[in-house]
Structure formats: structure tokens, C-alpha cells
T-cell receptor, first 112, second 112 residues
Framework: QQQVKQSPQSLIVQKGGISIINCAYE??????FPWYQQFPGKGPALLIA?????SEKKEGRFTISFNKSAKQFSLHIMDSQPGDSATYFC???????????FGTGTRLQVFP | DTEVTQTPKHLVMGMTNKKSLKCEQH?????MYWYKQKAKKPPELMFV???????INESVPSRFSPECPNSSLLNLHLHALQPEDSALYLC???????????FGSGTQLSVL
């Protein structure tokens, strides 16, 4: 119930293409869904986050789509660049708790 | 200053050693976290301190002992570790329960 499942495990995209990473959860109490980006040798950094009261949120080239009924959310990276090559983690938490649960991660490689 | 600083960056210790990891933030955040991350895996929550009090312990073995001496500082004391405890140990902080988690770059720990 506390798990967040993420797919695919790895993704290869050509420069300029769209990268799509999907996550699914079971616990309907989750109400905050951030995405983190991690480069080798660094800690994760927040990219974008969404709450269940909206179905989509866009920040620059990054968009989160949220489907509450299906308990799924996804990250779309438009016009993918080699600098986007990193590991991406979705996450979920419950309001008024400090617990943040991470998905299993997706290693994205963008080739020129 | 929006940084979380972790020291040391690398640590090698024997199974009988006692060592400590240190984490510092000067953003006035009330919550501080320890996560453990194995290679190609997501961060796993270990401990959370809220207002300098331990609020979450994810059933971590007692050979890991957290300490929060003040609102800016978080330590993780290590004793009698096992080789399987080798991992990247990440510290993080945040102000609100639904706000951005700021991560440090981590301490890469090797237990021989």
C-alpha cells in the first residue's frame, strides 16, 4: 500500500524527442506527488510536483499528468536534451506527515 | 543559503569502527531526514526529525543512531556496521510537509 511503482526502468530517447515516465500508487491517502531528478554523485533535486486537485501541471519542458481515478501519474519531458540524462524518481506523500516514498526510478539517456 | 551540506563526502570504515556522518542546513527548515540509497535504487527513508525531535524511525537497526543537536545540525552515528550497509547516505531538509525536500550530495560509505 505504501509502494509507488515506476516504469520504465530505463529509457533511451533521441535529442528533441519526448520522454515519458509513468508511476502508479495504491494508497488513496497520498495527496502530494513530486518528481525528483538525480545526477550521478548528487542528491535528488525537485523538478515539479502536483496535487490531486489538478489533472496537469506544466513547468517549462516538464509536464505532470495526473489521473486520480486510475491512481497514476506521469512525467513528460518535451524536447529532451542530452543534459536531461539522469535518473528520475516519482514520489508520493500524505499531507501532515513527513514521510516521502520514492518510486523505483527511471534512468533516462538522451542521445544527440 | 539554500544548501544542505554533508561531511565527509566519502568514508571507508571497518566493521568494528565507530564513525559519524554530519549534515548541516541554514535555511531554518524544521524537518531533517536521513535516507539510504544503494546503487541503482531509490532513496529509502531511515529517520526524520521534526523540530529537533525524532518523528519517524523506519525500523532501522540500532547500529545506526541519529542525533539532532540543534535545528541546523543532524548527525548519524555508525557502529558495528556490516558490509551490506555500504551505500550513499543522503541528508535532506524541508520546511513544510508538502514542500520541496532539499538534499545534500551525500556521504558514500564503504564498510570493509
Amino acid at each position: 500500500q505504501q509502494q509507488v511503482k515506476q516504469s520504465p526502468q530505463s529509457l533511451i530517447v533521441q535529442k528533441g524527442g519526448i520522454s515519458i515516465i509513468n508511476c502508479a500508487y495504491e494508497n488513496t491517502a497520498f495527496d502530494y506527488f513530486p518528481w525528483y531528478q538525480q545526477f550521478p554523485g548528487k542528491g535528488p533535486a525537485l523538478l515539479i510536483a502536483i496535487r490531486p486537485d489538478v489533472s496537469e501541471k506544466k513547468e517549462g519542458r516538464f509536464t505532470i499528468s495526473f489521473n486520480k481515478s486510475a491512481k497514476q501519474f506521469s512525467l513528460h519531458i518535451m524536447d529532451s536534451q542530452p543534459g536531461d540524462s539522469a535518473t528520475y524518481f516519482c514520489a508520493a506523500s500524505i499531507s501532515n506527515t513527513d514521510k516521502l516514498i520514492f518510486g523505483t526510478g527511471t534512468r533516462l539517456q538522451v542521445f544527440p | 543559503d539554500t544548501e544542505v551540506t554533508q561531511t565527509p563526502k566519502h568514508l571507508v570504515m571497518g566493521m568494528t569502527n565507530k564513525k559519524s556522518l554530519k549534515c548541516e542546513q541554514h535555511m531554518g527548515h524544521r524537518a531533517m531526514y536521513w535516507y539510504k540509497q544503494k546503487a541503482k535504487k531509490p532513496p529509502e527513508l531511515m529517520f526524520v526529525y521534526s523540530y529537533e525531535k525524532l518523528s519517524i524511525n523506519e525500523s532501522v537497526p540500532s547500529r545506526f543512531s541519529p542525533e539532532c543537536p540543534n535545528s541546523s545540525l543532524l548527525n548519524l552515528h555508525l557502529h558495528a556496521l556490516q558490509p551490506e550497509d555500504s551505500a550513499l547516505y543522503l541528508c535532506a531538509s524541508r520546511e513544510g510537509v508538502d514542500e520541496k525536500l532539499f538534499f545534500g550530495s551525500g556521504t558514500q560509505l564503504s564498510v570493509l
